[in-house]
């Protein structure tokens, strides 16, 4: 198994650039989530999915949108960079559902960077 | 409002020594509290899981123990290896929004030869 894989592994855009971070795992976990990671600060989730074809918003949605098409993958898309969504951004998925006690498996992260 | 604060928050021991990592946390109820290993440049990776209701939890020279009634939770890292150096970060899961895991901000563990 790959577990949880992310690319790219670095981006740098300009301001107002789209793009999508890709996301996808391989041990048919129904939740994934999206996070972003800055300097002093705990692991934000901006983005989660509970399943194929459902999605809702974490702490931090503002500028990112997510879809759930396949249990497989979970892309994250920036609409219009800004250089406040300059990041590490991480992949995760988790088995089970509501009150899961079960591993929360990371991907290794894309660094963005918004000029 | 539901917070995770970490202590301290950089630490530096020699090798073969042992240290212990605190949290606390204001979540409440919560479902379970989770210790990860982030090394750098990588993704963070469980090392324990612990319900309210359990006391400690190990996981080879790591003991995560937790105190419900003061909110407290540590990490003891025993004999430490050069490969313990990483972040250690506490979470918290709670048990409404059970999604939306609370994570503190990581402690930097360096360990010298």
């Known amino acids: 198994n790959a577990g949880v894989t992310q690319t790219p592994k670095f981006q740098v855009l300009k301001t107002g650039q789209s793009m999508t971070l890709q996301c996808a795992q391989d041990?048919?976990?129904?939740?994934m989530s999206w996070y972003r990671q800055d300097p002093g600060m705990g692991l934000r989730l901006i983005h989660y999915?509970?399943?194929?074809?459902?999605?809702d918003q974490g702490e931090v949605p503002n500028g990112y949108n997510v879809s759930r098409s396949t249990t497989e993958d979970f892309p994250l898309r920036l609409l219009s960079a800004a250089p406040s969504q300059t990041s590490v951004y991480f992949c995760?998925?988790?088995?089970?559902?509501?009150?899961?006690?079960?591993?929360?498996?990371f991907g290794p992260g894309t660094r963005l960077t918004v000029l | 409002k539901n917070q995770v604060e970490q202590s301290p928050q950089s630490l530096i021991i020699l090798e073969g020594k042992n240290c212990t990592l605190q949290?606390?946390?204001?979540?409440?109820?919560?479902?379970?509290l989770r210790w990860y290993k982030q090394d750098t440049g990588r993704g963070p990776v469980s090392l324990t899981i612990?319900?309210?209701?359990?006391n400690t939890k190990s996981n080879g020279r790591y003991t995560a123990t937790l105190d419900a009634d003061t909110k407290q939770s540590s990490l003891h890292i025993t004999a430490s290896q050069l490969s313990d150096s990483a972040s250690y970060i506490c979470?918290?899961?709670?048990?409404?929004?059970?999604?939306?895991?609370?994570f503190g901000t990581g402690t930097r563990l360096k360990v010298l030869a």
């Open positions: 995760a998925s988790t088995a089970g559902g509501v009150g899961s006690y079960n591993e929360q498996f």
């Open positions: 041990m048919n976990h129904e939740y």
């Open positions: 999915s509970v399943g194929a074809g459902i999605t």
């Open positions: 949290c606390n946390y204001t979540v409440s109820p919560f479902s379970n």
């Open positions: 612990m319900t309210f209701s359990e």
């Open positions: 979470v918290v899961i709670p048990t409404s929004g059970t999604y939306k895991y609370i």
